[in-house]
């Protein structure tokens, strides 16, 4: 407890015992005169009580000089305690009485409750409050710099679990959105094994996640904001990544798994920067996708089957002019937003080039196609993921409901399967635009574009159903070579062995066909109006 809060404590105990001892004063003084009325300090409360509200009914007052002076004393406080009486009273009313009273009419909301009121915790409550009119915004009593045209936000000094004991139902979530990332992990993990829903802020990934707890961080929020606005075309297929950082790192994962197009179309992405850290981490990627420094192929290696490619490059990004020149898109993305913007103005200035730029920035520039703003990262999109994980359960739920071997129940999945399922539903958007090839890439998942590419993928499995099939394993290669699985003849989660995890051919046929669940999906989940 800090020192200002200690002394507000004790300000209203002394000026009570203050009070105390003069009514004590009081009696002692008017003992000596056998015609005071005061005799006991109920005497003395009595008389101090209709003095101060100035009734002065007469019945009892002071005979001696000792007692007209403290008497005195009472007169002259009357008006100022009265005052002092009231104010408190207001104030404790409209401090934390009046926001509890409201609390209490506004159960039937759904609640979210901040306990750290960030510039990340605004920016989503504004996104929020535009989507859900509705939403009960709950922030801790401190936050005295709450915008005044975000609606429905409530400041009360309460502790969490006092707040969602008023609640009752399950229409409540924490946001845990500190400075301290893995201090909104511990905290959120605590109330997640309470039964409350939580959504983290957090770079920490556990082995083992609560179905109740998201977790989510801003290069994440990102790289899956950035892919899904703006999709592949039919005809990109060079990209070039310059930058460093967590944001660059989750940028290029999360093309991996979700540009996957199989014999369909050969990408290749070109990074300048410092990436030593992923490719340590990410080893086993080279089982998957062709990797190379400089020059590809690199001499001795073999060739990926799918032709998709990384190459990290050791030389600066303005070394190679005919690069920038042909490619389809540049991406900006280092973590420092500065120096994405002192790069567009190099290219700009010096580096004719066919792409599109794109630049990671905190605030839209006119006529620069910018990305990874806070009003862009932290919407219910992609802090709750209500969406998402819906439509990976529903997923999972149709998986389990077809396979003839005991599945565990969405709630009962490791974290690791839970990610699995999610990053199948995040590329859903893909075999959608695979289906529907003359049109528009699609940037949303809904239920009419599910059943319309379910009928295409019907009409065309005959024809086009080992590619369908390759596709996918494809997909499922790369994200469990994410993770530095291997083959294995036996599978080991422990030692994160499987024995699919080979290429395509490889595979015996019914193994292959293991890969249509996921484009027979598209067909049920477009029935069942699981997507929304």
């Not at 990305?371 to 819906?390: A, H, M, S």
């Not at 699609?442 to 590619?467: F, I, M, N, P, Q």
């Amino acid at each position: 407890m800090d020192l200002e809060r200690i002394k507000k404590l004790l300000r209203p105990l002394a000026a009570l015992a203050l009070w105390l001892a003069l009514l004590a004063l009081l009696v002692r003084a008017e003992a000596g005169s056998p015609d005071s009325g005061i005799r006991t300090l109920w005497d003395a409360f009595w008389y101090f009580l209709v003095t101060v509200s100035t009734v002065g009914y007469g019945d009892l007052y002071p005979m001696t000089p000792a007692g007209k002076l403290i008497g005195a004393v009472f007169v002259m406080l009357s008006v100022g305690l009265l005052a002092f009486l009231v104010s408190f009273a207001l104030s404790v009313i409209r401090g934390q009485m009046l926001p509890t009273l409201k609390l209490q009419t506004r159960k039937n909301r759904p609640w979210y409750i901040f306990p750290v009121w960030s510039r990340e915790a605004q920016a989503f409550a504004v996104n929020l409050t535009a989507e859900d009119r509705s939403a009960q915004l709950i922030v801790p009593d401190s936050a005295d710099d709450v915008p005044c045209d975000i609606p429905g936000v409530l400041a009360i000094d309460a502790p969490i679990r006092r707040i969602l004991e008023m609640k009752k139902d399950r229409n409540c979530r924490v946001i845990l959105m500190g400075p301290d990332s893995y201090r909104n992990y511990a905290e959120g993990r605590k109330l997640a094994e309470t039964g409350t829903d939580v959504c983290c802020q957090t770079f920490y990934d556990p082995e083992e996640l609560p179905a109740n707890m998201v977790l989510f961080h801003a290069a994440d929020c990102c790289a899956r904001r950035y892919w899904q606005s703006y999709p592949v075309s039919g005809t990109e297929k060079e990209f070039v990544l310059i930058g460093s950082g967590r944001c660059a790192e989750e940028l290029l994962s999360r093309a991996l798994l979700t540009n996957v197009f199989g014999p369909l179309k050969d990408m290749q992405y070109h990074i300048f920067g410092d990436f030593t850290d992923f490719r340590r981490n990410h080893r086993m990627l080279a089982a998957v996708i062709e990797i190379c420094t400089g020059d590809c192929p690199p001499e001795g290696e073999d060739v990926a089957r799918d032709g998709d490619r990384i190459i990290f490059h050791e030389e600066p990004w303005n070394e190679d002019g005919e690069l920038i020149r042909n490619a389809d898109r540049v991406i900006l993305c280092d973590d420092d937003m500065g120096a994405n913007l002192d790069i567009l103005s190099r290219i700009h200035t010096s580096f004719p080039t066919r792409a599109q730029v794109d630049c990671r920035a905190d605030t839209p520039y006119p006529g620069v196609r910018t990305f990874g703003t806070d009003e862009e990262l932290y919407t219910p999109e992609y802090v709750i993921r209500q969406e998402l994980n819906k439509r990976a359960a529903a997923m999972h739920e149709i998986y389990r409901s077809g396979a003839d071997y005991p599945v565990p129940a969405w709630e009962e999945l490791s974290a690791f399967m839970r990610q699995s399922n999610i990053a199948a539903a995040d590329h859903l958007q893909t075999k959608i635009s695979l289906l529907q090839a003359e049109q528009s890439p699609v940037t949303h998942v809904t239920v009419d574009l599910c059943r319309e590419a379910g009928k295409v993928w019907r009409s065309t499995y005959e024809e086009r159903g080992v590619l369908y099939e390759e596709i996918e394993h494809d997909r499922w290669m790369r994200f469990y070579a994410m993770y530095n699985w291997d083959y294995g003849g036996d599978r080991d989660n422990r030692m994160r062995l499987h024995p699919d995890f080979q290429p395509f051919d490889a595979l015996t046929t019914e193994e292959k066909q293991k890969d249509d669940y996921a484009w027979t999906l598209l067909e049920k989940l477009g029935s069942s109006g699981a997507v929304l």
